[in-house]
């Protein structure tokens, strides 16, 4: 079923009776469809229900992300959270818990702006992936894709950037078989999407020497001092293309590790990338660090892990540190550790550069040119590692 799009527009709900309305740009959208029925047996979950659980995902996520638009909400309009068709709400704890979101969220956007990020238009659309029933519980995984548009991008700037984020969301029936929302949970290792709250998963990395290399942290105050790039040993361009060719598919020679609890796919994403524009293997036992290689049968830690990436990267000589993020270039990598307990937590490549501000490029959420100052804006408090490759 082919989810609603909201660019950019205003949306509010309001409640007519039992029944909720609603209301997109002034025009009354009613409800056609009933998801639940007056039973005391264990109800069932059939097309038309969950039509209607992808409907309700598609509004909440789209309201999150029209959180972050210039215009998109206002202290007028009435929360999703109040209610949304018929036999299908958002119970009271997640009203609660939406509302305080959509809150952040506004926050958030202050934040942003006050970096030089502003978006003016967003689109989202929601599908539904699968749908699992255990008597009158439900989950369903929903992957959100959504692109936002810059307000006002200068010269060769990005137009645009996207994400694409897997969630799961629970719902519960009553005795009457009428269905409420009632929890959800980002479902990616990284949990990077810029329109959640969550905190990425820590990483914690393998054991290892003594004397693996300690990376040195990189400010991230606008206009540091240029430190451009010298060398060509690398295909740079070629990193790029890659990484932006693969940024929302996976490319089947290389295993997939974004799955729950397979560890998050970001570092393995850029070692392709790297790979891509030139990086040769450096082949040997899978848990020395020393060594760099990956393939559709074997990864190396150093091809696949965070922190086992850095020391790989550091004791080759094949990257050295920048001391401030905004120094990167494309081809570059961006490593963050979120809890600032010394282990990173996040890989990510640059693959654009405007206006001295860098746009990564990543998975797990799989990410295109979502630019630095968006992730300072929205993390300041994480420790950033910039490799200048």
């Known amino acids: 079923m082919k989810s609603r799009k909201l660019s950019g527009t205003r949306r ?22 009933s998801a639940g029925a007056a039973v005391s ?33 206002t202290g007028a309009d009435k929360p999703l959270a109040d209610g949304f068709s ?26 942003l702006a006050k970096a030089g990020e502003r978006y003016g238009r967003a689109g989202t659309t929601v599908t539904l992936n699968a749908t699992r029933v255990t008597g009158r519980t439900a989950t369903a995984e929903v992957t959100e894709t959504t692109t936002l548009t810059y307000a006002r991008p ?3 700037a990005p137009k645009t950037t996207a994400f694409q984020a897997r969630h799961e969301l629970t719902f519960k029936a009553d005795r009457q078989g009428d269905w409420q929302l009632t929890g959800i949970r ?5 949990g990077l999407a810029v329109n959640t709250l969550s905190r990425p998963a820590p990483v914690k990395a393998t054991a ?25 040993t690398y295909d740079y361009k070629a990193m790029a293309a890659y990484a932006e060719k693969y940024w929302n598919v996976y490319n089947k020679d290389y295993p997939d590790f974004s799955g729950h609890g397979a560890g998050g796919d970001c570092t393995n994403f850029v070692s392709q990338s790297l790979k891509a524009g030139g990086w040769k293997h450096a082949p040997g036992y899978v848990y020395d660090y020393t060594k760099w290689f990956g393939n559709a049968d074997i990864q190396s830690d150093s091809f696949v892990g965070v922190n ?4 790989f990267a550091q004791n080759s000589k094949r990257t050295k540190p920048l001391a401030n993020v905004f120094q990167l270039e494309v081809g570059d990598v961006l490593q963050m550790d979120f809890d600032r307990d010394g282990s990173k937590d996040h890989t990510m490549i640059v693959t654009y550069r405007s206006g001295g501000v860098p746009y990564v490029t990543y998975h797990s959420n799989n990410t295109l040119r979502r630019s630095v100052a968006s992730l300072v804006a929205s993390y300041p408090n994480a420790y950033y590692y910039a490799y200048r490759t």
């Open 12 to 33: 509010r709900v309001t409640i007519l009776g039992a029944a909720a309305t609603s209301v997109v740009a002034g025009v009354a959208l009613l409800p056609n469809w």
């Open 308 to 311: 086992e990436w850095s020391w």
């Open 41 to 73: 047996d264990d109800p069932t979950v059939d097309a038309q229900t969950r039509a209607t659980f992808q409907r309700l995902a598609d509004a909440v996520f789209t309201d999150r992300t029209n959180a972050l638009v210039d215009g998109g909400r």
């Open 208 to 232: 290892a020497d003594n004397d693996t290399p300690n990376a040195p942290r990189a400010a991230i105050t606008r206009n540091p001092a240029a430190d451009p790039k010298t060398g060509t």
């Open 86 to 111: 018929g036999d299908v709400t958002l119970s009271s704890g997640t009203a609660r818990t939406e509302d305080a979101t959509l809150s952040a969220l506004e926050r958030r956007k202050e934040k």
């Open 186 to 190: 980002d479902a990616d290792q990284d």
């Open 154 to 156: 200068r010269g060769d």
